[in-house]
C-alpha cells in the first residue's frame, strides 16, 4: 500500500482535488504505487473498476509525460475531453488532426507541457514516431486494451504486436498494461510480449454485482423481448449488440416505429455516419445504439443502463467485455442475453470458412461450446464468468436470472434421458460432438449417420420424442455437471460421473424453465428507475446537458449519474456540502460548482 508520508498526503489531495475522490477503490492504490514506484506492471480489472485512474492519477504526479496507447479514436477523444475538463494538460495524435495542430501538440511535448498523450498503435508503428518520442522525457508507457496484443485474445489487432519493441527502445521506461479480461494464456501472452520485466500483477475477480445478467432462449427475431427491457429503463442508455449489419437496421427500425430514439451502427456505414451516431450517443441525444462488435470498445460512456444481446455471444470474453460497458458508473444496470441453437449454426459456418488454422478453429469452437453452456447453465451466471477466468465467488445472491429464480422453479429427473445421451456417446466411440450424437439419437438419415453405419445401433432413433433443442439442453447439463467433457473440436467423453449416471447410481436433474423455457416477460427492477426519474435528478440533468452542449463534450463527462444522484439526495446548500460529494473536486467545483450549488437551493427552496 502507499506509504504514510508527504508524497502520500500529496496524492491523496490530488485525488480529491482533480478527481472528486476521498478514497481509493480496491486494487487502484496499488497499482498507483507500482506506477509511481517505475515498476512494470499488469492490471486485470472488470470494466467500470476504474482502470484509468491508476495511470492517469501518476501521470499527473510524475515528470514527463505518460504514453498511451489506446485501439480507438473515439475513446482518446472522450478520456483527453474528461482529462482537460479536470484541469489535466493531455493532448492525443491522430489521423483526423491538422498537421498545424500536430505540429503544436509537438511543440508543446518538446517544452514539456504536457502530462498525458494518447497515440494509437498505429501512430505508434508510423515511420519517424519512435525517433520523435526519444526525444522527450517519458514517464511511463501505458497500453489500454492489453488483450489486443494477444492472438489468443478476442480483439487481436496486428498493430498491437509491433508495440514488443517499446521494450528494446526504451529499456528504461515503466510499462503499465491494462485489460478488464484475461484467461491465462492471454496473460501470459501480455507480460512475453511486451516483454515486461518482473511485473507487478493486480488482479480483481471477475464479478460486477451491480450488473444484472440474464439469458433466455430468444422468441422469433426476439424484437418484442428486447422492447420490453428497453420500455422499462425510461429513456435511459443502452445498447443491443446483434449478429448481423442487416439484423442491426433491421432492429434500429422496430425500435424507433416503437417510440425508442435508436440508430444503426456497423463497419459498412462511413467513418462520418459512424462517428455522428458515436456522438449522439455520448451527448444522451441518442437512447439506443444497435450495432455489431464494432462498436463499443473502449467507450467510456459510464450511464449505460442496460446491454442485450440478440444472438450467441462468440466467446464469454466478449461477451464478458461487452456487458461490461453498463453500469459503469456503480449503478444498477441490466443485461439480457436472448438465444437460441441457430446461433450457434451460424456461428460454426463463420468459425469454417475462417482462414485461420487447425488450432484457431479448435480453440474457436471451444469458445462457443463455454458460451452455449453459459446461456443454458444453471448456475449462478456471475460464478460460470469467473470461472471461466479462473476466479472462485459466492453464488451472485440475486444479480442473475438463475439466482432470482432459486427455488421457485420445478425440476425435472432427466436421468433416463442423460443415460440415453451417455450410451449414444459410448457406442459412437466417444468421437464425436454434440450435434451428432443428437442426429443419431434422434434418427437422422443424413449421408454421415448412414455412412458410418450408426443406423445400425441399438441407440439409433430412441431419442426422436425429444427436439433437437431439448437434446442439446440436456447434454450441456451433462456437461454442466461433468458427467461429459468436451475435447478438442468438442468431441465428447464420458466422465467416472458420467459413467455412474449410465450404471443407474447417480440421477440427473434439470429446471423444467431450462429444458421447456417459458414466454414471460421480465421481471422489472425499478428503484433505480424511479430515483433516476425524480424531478430533482431530472432538474440537475438538464442543467448538466446545458453545460455539456456548451463546453462540447460528453455529458458525463461534467458529473456523472453517480455524482447526480448524490446531489439529488444530499441536496447541497453550501461549497463544504457539495465537495463532500462523491466526483467532484475543486478544479470541478471552481467551473460548475456554484450553477449546481444555485439549482439545488432553488430545488430545496421549492420543496419548502
Same mark, same amino acid.
Given at each position: ?20 475522490f ?9 497499482a ?7 515498476k ?11 482502470k ?32 482537460k ?16 495542430e500536430?505540429?503544436?501538440i509537438?511543440?508543446e ?13 498505429e ?32 480483439e487481436?489487432r ?6 514488443s519493441?517499446i521494450?528494446?527502445?526504451?529499456p ?9 479480461t484475461?484467461?491465462q ?8 510480449q ?28 426476439g ?15 443502452g ?8 439484423e ?28 455522428s ?21 473502449g ?62 478453429k479448435?480453440?474457436a469452437?471451444q ?26 465467488i ?5 444479480v ?16 433416463? +434421458?442423460? %443415460? !440415453?445421451? /451417455? =450410451? *449414444?456417446? @459410448? ?5 464425436? #460432438?454434440?450435434?451428432y ?7 437422422? +438419415?443424413? %449421408? !454421415?449417420? /448412414? =455412412? *458410418?453405419? @450408426? ?5 439409433y #432413433? ?7 433443442q ?7 447439463? /451433462?456437461?454442466?455437471i ?42 422489472s ?68 460548482g ?6 439545488c ?8
Amino acid at each position: 500500500m502507499i506509504d504514510n508520508s508527504t508524497d502520500d498526503r500529496r496524492l491523496h489531495a490530488t485525488l480529491k482535488e482533480v478527481f472528486g475522490f476521498s478514497e481509493f477503490r480496491e486494487h487502484q492504490a496499488l497499482a498507483v504505487q507500482s506506477i509511481i514506484d517505475n515498476k512494470d506492471t499488469l492490471m486485470l480489472l472488470p470494466t467500470g473498476g476504474g482502470k484509468s485512474l491508476c495511470y492517469q492519477l501518476p501521470a499527473i504526479m510524475k515528470e514527463g509525460v505518460t504514453i498511451v496507447v489506446s485501439p480507438l479514436l473515439a475513446l482518446m477523444y472522450d478520456q483527453v475531453s474528461a482529462l482537460k475538463v479536470m484541469g489535466v494538460k493531455a493532448e492525443s495524435l491522430s489521423s483526423m488532426q491538422s498537421e498545424a495542430e500536430v505540429q503544436r501538440i509537438q511543440r508543446e511535448l518538446m517544452e514539456q507541457k504536457i502530462k498525458l498523450l494518447y497515440v494509437s498503435p498505429e501512430r505508434m508503428a508510423a515511420r519517424g514516431f519512435i525517433e520523435f518520442l526519444q526525444h522527450l522525457k517519458i514517464s511511463t508507457f501505458v497500453i489500454d486494451e492489453a488483450h489486443c496484443i494477444s492472438e489468443w485474445g478476442h480483439e487481436f489487432r496486428d498493430d498491437y504486436r509491433k508495440l514488443s519493441s517499446i521494450r528494446s527502445t526504451f529499456p528504461h521506461v515503466s510499462i503499465a498494461a491494462f485489460t478488464a479480461t484475461a484467461t491465462q494464456k492471454v496473460k501470459s501472452d501480455i507480460i512475453n510480449q511486451l516483454h515486461l520485466n518482473d511485473p507487478e500483477l493486480i488482479k480483481a475477480v471477475a464479478f460486477r454485482s451491480n450488473i444484472t445478467i440474464r439469458a433466455k432462449n430468444r422468441e422469433g427475431n426476439g424484437q418484442k423481448q428486447l422492447l420490453a427491457l428497453i420500455r422499462q429503463k425510461q429513456g435511459e442508455s443502452g445498447i443491443v449488440y446483434a449478429f448481423s449489419r442487416k439484423e442491426t437496421e433491421e432492429i434500429s427500425r422496430f425500435l424507433n416505429v416503437n417510440g425508442v430514439i435508436s440508430r444503426a451502427y456497423h463497419a459498412g456505414m462511413s467513418i462520418d455516419e459512424r462517428t455522428s451516431v458515436h456522438k449522439a450517443f455520448m451527448d444522451d441525444s441518442l437512447q439506443v445504439v444497435v450495432a455489431t462488435v464494432a462498436f463499443g470498445m473502449g467507450i467510456d460512456k459510464s450511464n449505460i443502463r442496460f446491454v442485450i444481446h440478440t444472438s450467441m455471444p462468440k466467446s464469454i470474453e466478449n461477451y464478458y467485455q461487452e456487458i461490461g460497458r453498463a453500469g459503469r458508473d456503480g449503478l444498477e444496470a441490466q443485461t439480457l442475453l436472448l438465444y437460441s441453437m441457430s446461433d450457434v449454426v451460424n456461428r460454426k459456418s463463420l468459425i469454417e470458412k475462417n482462414d485461420g488454422s487447425d488450432e484457431y478453429k479448435r480453440v474457436a469452437l471451444q469458445q462457443l461450446n463455454d458460451s452455449i453452456r453459459f446461456a443454458s447453465g444453471e448456475v449462478c451466471r456471475h460464478k460460470g464468468i469467473a470461472a471461466y477466468f479462473g476466479d472462485k465467488i459466492d453464488d451472485c445472491k440475486g444479480v442473475c436470472d438463475n439466482c432470482l429464480e432459486a427455488g421457485s422453479f420445478q425440476i425435472t429427473d432427466i436421468s433416463v +434421458e442423460g %443415460q !440415453k445421451f /451417455l =450410451s *449414444t456417446v @459410448h457406442k459412437t466411440a466417444q468421437s464425436f #460432438g454434440s450435434h451428432y450424437v443428437i442426429d443419431v439419437l434422434r434418427g437422422s +438419415e443424413s %449421408q !454421415k449417420v /448412414l =455412412s *458410418t453405419q @450408426h443406423n445400425l445401433l441399438s441407440v439409433y #432413433g430412441i431419442g426422436r420424442d425429444r427436439s433437437k433443442q431439448e437434446w442439446l439442453t440436456i447434454a450441456n447439463r /451433462l456437461i454442466e455437471i461433468e458427467a461429459l467433457f468436451q475435447a478438442d473440436f468438442g468431441v465428447l467423453k464420458i466422465t467416472e460421473k458420467g459413467v455412474a449416471i449410465l450404471k443407474g447410481e447417480q440421477k440427473v436433474s434439470i429446471k423444467e424453465t431450462t429444458l421447456n423455457p417459458p414466454k414471460s416477460p421480465i421481471k422489472s427492477e425499478t428503484s433505480l428507475n424511479n430515483e433516476i426519474h425524480s424531478p430533482e435528478f431530472e432538474t440537475l440533468r438538464v442543467l448538466r446537458s446545458h453545460l455539456a452542449r456548451e463546453e462540447k463534450v460528453p455529458a458525463y463527462v461534467i458529473f456523472s449519474d453517480k455524482t447526480l444522484l448524490e446531489m439529488s439526495h444530499k441536496m447541497p446548500k453550501m461549497k463544504e456540502d457539495m465537495l463532500a460529494i462523491s466526483g467532484i473536486g475543486m478544479v470541478k467545483y471552481d467551473k460548475y460548482g456554484e450553477q449546481f450549488l444555485e439549482v439545488c437551493r432553488e430545488l430545496s427552496r421549492a420543496k419548502g
